[in-house]
């Protein structure tokens, strides 16, 4: 082979090979190009993931707060009605109290026989041998003045005597600036272990916590939510 031919055949291969490196070169482009791409729609998935990750913990995070604040403004609206529902009971129970002051005072004429219906309950209530009674200072002639007939009425009703004493302590004042007392009688047993709470005070307790549902629903109407008054 001459040199002509050999230089046409070395040209040939250097073709060739060069072919051969830029269609490798091209296949290395492409899939480098498509790794980048495949790549590039990974990172670009999970940056949304990301986002709406954190879109979802942010929207969750302002509706806790949102129904956190609701429940407190509700929370607190019932406080303000539940404080001035008891206000405005508070302020009932003044005015009844009021009126009983007015029965309880010692010149009222009713009052004396009132004194004596509420020891005749206290002793049947109590049932014992021997009662003390404790009245405001006020009503201790009162008092001095009806445990006879007391006594005769607890024994025609039961057949028992009973030896009444009135006791040298006494209830409160009506005008106690901490627990004023409206009249009325407390009965204890001689060792002050058992007592029966007849006071006009104690009466209006019990009156009050019977009739409170139906006190509310006066004041306050029916609850549309609520089966049952407190």
């Known amino acids: 082979m001459d040199q002509q031919a050999v230089n046409k055949q070395i040209k040939q291969m250097v073709e060739f090979i ?5 269609e490798k070169a091209h296949e290395i482009l492409i899939k480098a190009e498509e790794e980048f791409n495949i790549e590039k729609l990974r990172l670009v ?3 949304k993931v990301k986002v709406k990750s954190e879109y979802e913990t942010k929207h969750k995070q302002i ?7 609701f429940s407190n403004e509700v929370n607190a609206n019932r406080l303000k009605v539940l404080t001035s529902r008891d206000e405005v009971l508070t302020s009932v129970k003044a005015v009844v109290a009021n009126e009983l002051g007015k029965i ?9 026989d009132l004194m004596l219906k509420l020891t005749v309950q206290g002793l049947y209530q109590m049932m014992e041998p021997a ?13 001095n003045a009806i445990i006879k007939d007391a006594a005769a009425q607890y024994k025609s009703g039961t057949g028992k005597e009973v030896t009444i004493t009135v006791d040298k ?33 104690g009466r209006l307790d019990v009156v009050l ?6 006190i509310k629903i006066a004041l306050f109407g029916r609850s549309a939510t609520r089966r049952h008054i407190d």
């Open 18 to 22: 060069k072919q051969e490196a830029n």
């Open 169 to 201: 302590e006494y209830l409160p004042k009506k005008d106690d600036t901490v627990n004023p007392c409206y009249g009325g009688v407390k009965l204890f047993t001689p060792d002050f272990m058992t007592a029966i709470d007849n006071s006009l005070n």
């Open 104 to 112: 309880g005072e010692p010149s009222n004429a009713a009052y004396k």
């Open 209 to 214: 916590a019977q009739k409170l549902p139906d």
């Open 63 to 69: 509706e806790i707060k949102r129904r956190i604040a």
């Open 131 to 143: 009662v003390v009674v404790r009245v405001r200072q006020s009503d201790s002639s009162i008092a």
């Open 45 to 47: 998935e999970q940056e």
